[in-house]
């Protein structure tokens, strides 16, 4: 495994209008770690994902992933070198069945050229049914294996946030970025969810950074946590240390004033 | 155009429904590209009439002014068309969906003006001739081995048509069934999901507005074979229009709807031609777009997801 950080965050900077959405973050990512990114609303964490999956240009500053800068790079392209996120609002293609959901994740398709579809039939044959079975055993450890065929707007929400993770699993991910993965799911899905990533880290290494508000998952669940405020990270560091920052306790509750002077 | 002869006996000439099942043919060929694009892709092109005309006129201009074979001019100006789609879409795929509408059918109507202007290349609004020699010299040895009479003279050409329907119909349902067709679909439903699992969603967009192009070319040059001159009025974007009632009535995101909804809209189209009412020409040409407009509003109320579209997959407003 190489060296170093897996995701190195300088400088980044989105502005919408007159509102500085992303106002010069920068932070680090260490290889196989649970790290969240918190925050009070508006503070930036989803314009920041954004920027790291190339879904949004930032005005300056670098986004290093796996020793190699992305900054410019388009989604598909980011995704497709292991750093995958995953929607706030789930994005499960609804007219599609939760079985084509994953098979649309599938990398090295070559049945999804179409200079390949009728001139090398067996080739994406073969990868077909290789994309099934791996996509059939996802499914089955997530306990959707029996919605398989189903249309993909069937399953309940917390069902769907499921899906999208067992997805974007597909796309063989070494850094994933969950925003929100908690939201709108009850607690024994949740819970459910939460047992999946430690186990991805621990047999596959996969990284994970996500953006989440509950707080007993964050402190519980991740062995790192960045806060951002108003478009910066105001804090860095282990849960424990970060729980009782000062800086972070102003930033989610407002800053104390001075009782003005008589 | 035909005279609107107000006569009923000409329902009952076979030369009347050979010229039927070939506009059929040709409009459903037409069809089956832009059902690649609206019902698999979800990328609005109002401008397959534009790709029609190209393959015409690219195969004409090949024949007639630059002395290419017949049968090198066919793959020539299917590529011409390929090669508009790439041009086009290139810039016009990262729009938005609306602002990529209008741009497909400004370039439609800019195709048909300069067909119409360009006299030197097109003929202008005199038309073009004599590209159909060599399909003249098969269809007679066609009509001659399979014994017609002199007045079906037109049946060959509804033989190649109708193949040719059957062949783009296969390659396009097998590319639908495929992994690449199901790209396109997810594409459809949401392109930044797709991008998020690491697919160029603009790569088969663009993808997918090139083989519409390719197939449009196709039923171009049919047509031209079919009316033997070429001139712009035969490219007016009530053409697209008219593919886009079929597309509806048949079902989006369906194949065999594309071919359901071309016959019926056709059969209604031309059936109505000599319909015998105390109406005007001018009038009785209206009514047969009323019909095909009552018979849209049916299917919508009806049925909206088109006669053999599916509600799971509904593409417009689902």
Known sequence: ?262 | MTTLAVSLSAFGRPEFWIGVGILVAIYAILTLGLQLNIGYTGIYNFGQVGFMAIGAYAMAILVVEAGWSFWLALPGATLVAVAFAVLLGLPTLRLRTHYFAIATIAFAEIVRYVAQNADGLTGGSQGMLGFEITWQTIAASLQDQLGLAPQLSLVPLLIVAWVTLAVLFAVLLALGRSPWGRMLRAVREDEDAVRALGKNAYAYKLQSFAVAGAVGAVSGYLLALYLSFLSPEAFLASVTFISFAMLIVGGLGSFPGVVLGAVIVQVVLEGTRYLQLPLTDFQVASLRYILIGLILILVMALRPQGILGRREEMVLGG
């Open chain 1, 1 to 262: 495994m190489a060296e170093g950080p897996i995701l190195t965050v300088e400088d980044v900077y989105v502005r919408f209008g007159g509102v500085h959405a992303v106002d010069g973050a920068g932070f680090q990512v260490q290889r196989g770690s649970v790290t969240a990114l918190i925050g009070p609303n508006g503070a930036g964490k989803t314009t920041l994902f954004k920027v790291l999956t190339g879904f949004q240009r930032s005005e300056r500053g670098h986004v290093i992933y796996d020793g190699a800068r992305v900054t410019r790079r388009g989604p598909h392209a980011i995704a497709a070198r292991g750093m995958v996120r995953t929607f706030q609002l789930t994005k499960t293609l609804a007219a599609l069945t939760v079985l084509e959901n994953m098979l649309i994740a599938a990398q090295r398709h070559p049945g999804e050229r179409l200079t390949t579809v009728f001139a090398r039939p067996r080739a994406w044959r073969r990868r077909e049914s290789e994309a099934c079975a791996q996509a059939l055993e996802l499914l089955d450890t997530f306990g959707l294996a029996d919605k398989a065929g189903d249309h993909a707007g069937t399953p309940s929400g917390g069902q769907r946030k499921l899906l999208e993770l067992a997805r974007a699993l597909m796309v063989e991910p070494r850094l994933l970025l969950l925003d929100e993965p908690m939201a709108g799911v009850n607690p024994s899905l949740g819970r459910r969810l939460l047992e999946h990533m430690e186990r991805l880290r621990v047999e596959q290494g996969v990284t994970f950074l996500f953006i989440e508000h509950d707080m007993e998952v964050v402190m519980n669940h991740s062995d790192r946590v960045i806060v951002m405020a108003d478009g910066r990270v105001i804090a860095d560091g282990e849960p424990q240390a970060v729980r009782a920052d000062r800086r972070v306790i102003d930033a989610y509750l407002g800053t104390r004033r001075e009782e003005p002077a008589a």
